[in-house]
């Protein structure tokens, strides 16, 4: 293995991390829940009285982040190298593996972890070891 | 009104995403070729996150109700079954192919990359799909064989 000492960002990674560990904190002591994206977006698909109200702002607060970021310092570019088919497949994966693995890298991967469920831990394992698979694959062996 | 302060925690969140790096598909790839030049950037993340979650949801644990007087909603679920390991796997295929979990995708679509749009609306009709197939198995475990 090879570090890409070009690329590593430890500083900004850490400070990024703790702003959202901060955000789930923030979600569970204030609010009372689970700061899980996928399951937030999910419940907006089955609007229910009362349920919906709290998941439109949430979400309008991701979306309002990069704006908000830009009127301090610009923006980082960012990348996507994936073309249509691929960002399809991706999306109908993602869409329906959060549902059926019940979480995502928020709910699973920061939230759980942090509260040490084995059921978070056993789903972050299985995404990690996908994500890392596939990539090996796309890049190393099918590229 | 409650809803300003779920705004506000999203974006401290999708602040969060972009700060880190993790907003960026390049990034998270970086990370998750372990073949190839290894960017070990999304391991900090993950460390900084838990380790501020850590304390956060030790002291939320304890309580019965949030700050803002609201009901704790957090999940006490602890077993690991097929569903749920399956679940974690289609998801990682997904995350691996383009770089994108529904967060940072999320927050690229508000800075206007039509790929975010491609994958994000794909992502919902995969959940629609789901909620489907739920409710097809469920019509057909109620019917007498």
């Given at each position: 293995m090879q570090i890409d000492w070009a690329q590593f960002t430890p500083w900004a990674a850490l400070a990024g991390g703790v702003l959202i560990g901060l955000a789930s904190v923030a979600f569970a002591l204030?609010?009372?829940?689970?700061?899980?994206i996928s399951g937030i977006v999910a419940g907006l698909l089955r609007p229910q009285k009362g349920d919906f109200g709290w998941r439109i702002a949430f979400v309008g607060g991701l979306l309002a982040a990069p704006l908000i970021y830009s009127l301090a310092t610009p923006l980082p570019a960012l990348r996507i190298d994936a073309g249509v088919p691929l960002l399809v497949a991706a999306g109908l994966l993602v869409g329906i593996g959060t549902r059926y693995g019940s979480g995502c890298t928020s709910g699973h991967g920061v939230c759980g972890l942090s509260r040490f469920s084995p059921r978070s831990l056993a789903a972050t394992l299985a995404f990690m070891a996908a994500g890392f698979t596939i990539v090996f694959l796309t890049r190393h062996v099918f590229s | 009104m409650y809803l300003l302060a779920y705004f506000a925690v999203g974006l401290l969140f999708g602040l969060g995403l972009i700060a880190s790096g993790m907003a960026n598909p390049a990034k998270v790839l970086g990370f998750l070729d372990l073949a190839g030049p290894w960017d070990p950037s999304l391991a900090l993340v993950m460390a900084g996150a838990i380790a501020v979650g850590v304390v956060g949801f030790a002291i939320a644990a304890?309580?019965?109700?949030?700050?803002?007087g609201l009901s704790m909603r957090l999940p006490s679920n602890r077993t690991v079954d097929r569903r749920l390991l399956a679940g974690g796997l289609l998801f990682g295929a997904g995350w691996g192919l383009a770089g994108f979990c529904p967060g940072p995708a999320l927050v690229a679509l508000g800075a206007g990359y039509w790929q975010a749009g491609v994958f994000v609306a794909s992502m919902l009709v995969g959940m629609v799909v789901y909620e489907a197939a739920e409710s097809f198995g469920a019509l057909r475990t109620l019917k007498p064989s």
């Open positions: 204030g609010l009372g829940r689970i700061a899980g | 304890r309580r019965t109700h949030s700050w803002l």
